[in-house]
């Protein structure tokens, strides 16, 4: 496979790289592409050197696969001319994610609605992933009336720049600030622009495409997404009310068995997930499994996953597998 990473140089761009490597994805030739300013530089993939090079060279040199992670514009702009060049993008900004003509895909979920047709596939927002994967088997057993959730994200789902307020904050150094606000000993109830029915666009991403993933309109969704001072990953506090009741030790069975999640729910040895442990790692980790005692057939559950991995590009990978696994690209 002839692959282009768009936006190799960006933070989840170097996780592509990086995951793309450590699951010896089939390349023959990587194609690592940048805005203008990085045209030229190199990167380092498996050992060996790569320049990068413009979106319109990569164009010319047709890839099969494009995982892009550029930014919605680049996206609008760039994913269709690749497109149309017989190359098939997994996109990771929001450009595509709810256009009802293209597939917003967790594998483990819906991959199986994927066709040689879908030329621009979209991979969801990294708090809804996490999130879904823990909501699809549930929803199949037992029914999904409404869904909570409130998180706590981690500042590399930002960037490099948020990373660094962080690291200067934290050291007593007065730098740029990528948030409005001090990130460090702060929470932030703001993540990306507020919307006019007083939601952020986040709170918003995780209401529409958890509905489009799990393929239910029915399904209410209401979020409240915050920003803390961590960097391994986003957690999650998700309360969900189901039509049916459920017994808890048959939930923790049903997310013990579904590929992708770690279950880490033991009180007696203080087991459940936290960012510092997640990081790095592709799964996504369940735990604090218990009835919400205060209304009929609901549970509470804590789900961690690093944001850049299974939030993102490991998901994105995901999909470059099973396309190649069943012959449509
Ligand atoms: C965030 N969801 O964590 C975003 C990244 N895509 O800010």
């Not at 592709?282 to 009835?291: E, K, L, P």
Request: hydrophobic share 40%; charged share 25%.
């Amino acid at each position: 496979m002839k692959v282009a990473v768009v936006g190799a140089t960006g933070m989840v761009g170097e996780v592509m790289l990086k995951v793309l490597a450590e699951r010896n994805f089939p390349i023959t030739e990587l194609i690592p592409v940048a805005s203008e300013k990085s045209v030229g530089k190199e990167i380092e993939f498996k050992g060996n050197k790569y320049k990068v090079v413009s979106l319109d060279t990569a164009v010319s040199m047709k890839p099969q696969i494009a995982l892009f992670s550029a930014g919605g514009d680049t996206s609008k702009e760039w994913a269709p001319k690749f497109a149309e060049a017989g190359t098939t993008v997994i996109d990771n900004s929001s450009a595509w994610r709810m256009d009802p003509t293209k597939k917003l895909v967790v594998p483990e979920i819906n991959a199986g609605e994927l066709t040689e047709d879908d030329k621009i596939i979209a991979n969801p927002n990294c708090s809804t992933i996490q999130m879904v994967l823990a909501l699809a088997p549930l929803h199949k057993k037992y029914n999904i009336e409404r869904v909570v959730v409130s998180t706590y994200q981690s500042v590399t789902g930002t960037g490099v720049k948020a990373v660094k307020q962080l690291e200067n904050e934290y050291a007593g150094i007065q730098g740029e600030m990528a948030y409005k606000y001090p990130i460090h000993r702060n929470a932030i109830p703001q993540i990306d622009v507020f919307e006019d029915n007083g939601y952020t666009k986040e709170e918003m991403k995780m209401t529409r495409e958890t509905k489009k993933i799990l393929g239910d309109d029915s399904i209410k969704v209401t979020a409240t997404t915050v920003r803390i001072p961590t960097v391994g990953g986003h957690s999650e506090s998700v309360n969900v009310e189901f039509s049916n009741d459920f017994d808890v030790n048959e939930v923790r069975s049903i997310l013990h068995n579904t590929a992708g999640i770690t279950l880490q729910d033991n009180l007696d040895t203080f087991t459940y997930p936290m960012p510092l442990y997640a990081e790095g790692k592709d799964d996504v980790f369940v735990g604090r499994i218990r009835r919400d005692e205060s209304r009929d057939n609901t549970l509470n559950m804590w789900i961690v996953a690093d944001n850049l991995r299974k939030g993102a590009a490991t998901n994105a990978v995901q999909i470059a597998e099973y396309l190649v696994a069943n012959g449509l690209v």
